[in-house]
């Protein structure tokens, strides 16, 4: 079993992320963790506060969703000693895939696996780095059921408190280490 990780100070990483008014449109403003990920001991903590919450638990598998959830999802897997799979968008994936599709805002987008990935029983993490109102994470969580996956968990680097995403998931542990109210 990997080691203990001791707590983080989650209030010096959040220092570490840049807003940005207006982006990607007036009104919004862009809690940008590119700033915190080139920091070599904020992204260190980052992933062991992650680790820290799910250390202790038994997980085969970390799914990280593309594009950010690839950032966190191999250093977690790694630090958990468990597998990573990539969640991809369409046609990136060379073997046959699993795939859902779900609504946005303003369209729909699609997610798939490769049907292989996660065997039925398997403990899953899934991984990414933003919930805001839980669209991708509930079509991952989907793909999961699907292929018969038990879910250990749904993490995420970023909240947007105020945007309710974690409502939409009241049977799962959901972890977010920084989280925004505004």
Known sequence: MPEAIKPIDVESLKKLVRTVPDFPKPGILFYDITTLLKDKTGFAQMIDALAAHYIARKVDLVL???????????????RLNAGFVPVRKPRKLPAPVARVTYDLEYGSDTLEIHKDAIAPGQSVVLVDDLLATGGTMEATVKLVKGLGGEIAGLGFAVELDFLKGRDRFPEYDVFSLLHYNE
Do not use: D, S, V
């Open 64 to 78: 990280g969703i593309e594009a950010r959830g690839f950032i966190f999802g191999p250093a977690l897997a790694y």
